[in-house]
């Protein structure tokens, strides 16, 4: 074990913030993950948080301002358990970094993507509650932790469309598997936003706020943007930038690992795959000669919005070995793109590209 609980083959990238993923391998072990193996990402100290002067502030363009405490959310309104995955914007950065330098990020690899059941209160009952102006268009939220950027205290927060809030079952979070949250991972109250990139799912949630324009913090109007390749740290324009909130669909291969030596036969590939919003993982086709020819893959857990789901294949390595590639389709016959060139970008977010593993074979 190590500290916070985490796992002895958890990956620690930094500890003050504390940010750490599993081996992808040991993730594709069970749908929903142990709380040790489960990813961490932390853009500042994990705040202490007294559950029992806790409240949770709703305001904005709202009937009523509201403050509840965890009393109010867990007996005021019904009680939803629901599985959920979480992925960062900067999973699979690593393959991004191959193609060129992305100073200053943390340098995920795979493992930046976990599944739990939380339990909660829906988003939208408690917004129901709180009786929404129609002039509202977005749900902000901001976190109790403190994150330094250029000498000031910025906080965390972001928005999602109120749109989605509403028909994604956004939850508002205090049990994560069946045990109150972790200080890690929240505590005392979290949102999780199904189909979204993780860093909407905010932490030691403090206040909800109803308005008509997304977020001006700086991690959604700043942060969390994606610019073309063309465009680096000297170049940019932080006005323009694509705001990151839907995942797009993407796979990683879990086993084998990049540069495994396989026996002959048959070889079994595994991994999973993420569809955003509120698209499901369709189909996952499997190559082993990096991409000329393809077969499709078995899925092994069911499709549901919100939740990855792990396929597996048995392909044949052709002698001296081989590149095997994964792709996968959502239900909007989306798929993922074959250059990673084509949507490198200088923070490294969303990399969605074909998996790639190259094996030598016996
Ligand atoms: N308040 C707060 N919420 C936060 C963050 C944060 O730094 N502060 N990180 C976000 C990001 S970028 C991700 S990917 C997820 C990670 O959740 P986890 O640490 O429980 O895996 O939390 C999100 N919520
Ligand atoms: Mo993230």
């Given at each position: ?5 985490k ?9 003050e913030?504390?940010n ?5 391998a ?6 929903v ?11 500042g ?13 709703i305001?904005?363009?709202?009937r ?12 005021g309104?019904?009680?939803?358990t629901?599985t959920?995955t ?9 393959d ?6 992305i ?10 993507i976990?599944?739990?059941?939380w ?11 709180a009786?929404v102006?129609p002039?509202?268009?977005?749900v ?13 205290d910025?906080g ?20 994560m598997?069946?045990a ?8 005392p109250?979290r ?13 030691w ?6 308005q ?8 959604q109007s700043?942060?969390?943007?994606v ?26 291969i879990?086993?084998p690992?990049d ?10 590939v595994e991994?999973?795959?993420m ?7 369709e189909?996952?086709?499997v ?19 919100g939740v990855?789901?792990?396929?597996e294949?048995?392909?044949?390595v ?18 993922q793109?074959?250059?990673i060139?084509?949507?490198?970008n ?15 074979r016996?």
């Amino acid at each position: 074990m190590q500290p916070h609980g985490k796992h002895s083959d958890y990956v620690v990238w930094q500890t003050e913030p504390y940010n750490g993923e599993p081996p992808a391998a040991l993730l594709r072990q069970s749908l929903v993950t142990p709380l040790d193996l489960f990813y961490t990402r932390n853009h500042g100290p994990v705040p202490e948080v007294d559950a029992a002067t806790y409240r949770l502030s709703i305001d904005g363009l709202v009937r009523a301002s509201r403050s509840l405490s965890l009393t109010d959310l867990r007996e005021g309104f019904p009680r939803v358990t629901q599985t959920t995955t979480l992925q960062c914007a900067g999973n699979r950065r690593t393959d991004l970094l191959a193609v060129a330098p992305i100073p200053g990020e943390v340098p995920w690899q795979d493992g930046a993507i976990s599944t739990a059941t939380w339990g909660g209160t829906l988003l939208r009952d408690v917004l129901a509650e709180a009786g929404v102006d129609p002039a509202a268009r977005h749900v902000a939220f901001m976190g109790l932790d403190h994150v330094e950027r250029h000498g000031h205290d910025v906080g965390f927060g972001g928005s999602i469309p109120l749109a989605a809030a509403l028909h994604l079952d956004a939850l508002l979070a205090f049990e994560m598997n069946g045990a109150p949250l972790t200080p890690l991972h929240g505590f005392p109250l979290r949102l999780v936003v199904p189909g979204y990139i993780g860093a909407r799912s905010v932490k030691w949630l403090a206040s909800l706020t109803l308005q008509p324009e997304p977020s001006t913090q700086y991690f959604q109007s700043h942060a969390y943007k994606v610019f073309p390749p063309h465009i680096g740290p000297q170049t940019v324009d932080w006005e323009q930038g694509l705001m990151l909130g839907e995942l797009s669909i993407t796979a990683a291969i879990t086993t084998p690992r990049d540069g495994a030596t396989v026996p002959v036969g048959p070889l079994r590939v595994e991994g999973y795959a993420m569809a955003g919003g509120s698209r499901t993982v369709e189909r996952v086709d499997v190559s082993s000669d990096g991409g000329a020819t393809w077969q499709v893959a078995r899925l092994t857990t069911p499709r549901q919005v919100g939740v990855w789901v792990f396929w597996e294949a048995d392909v044949d390595v052709p002698p001296g070995g081989g590149e095997i590639v994964a792709r996968a389709w959502d239900s909007a016959a989306n798929t993922q793109p074959e250059d990673i060139r084509a949507i490198w970008n200088f923070k490294g977010y969303m990399n969605n590209a074909w998996a790639r593993v190259n094996v030598h074979r016996l």
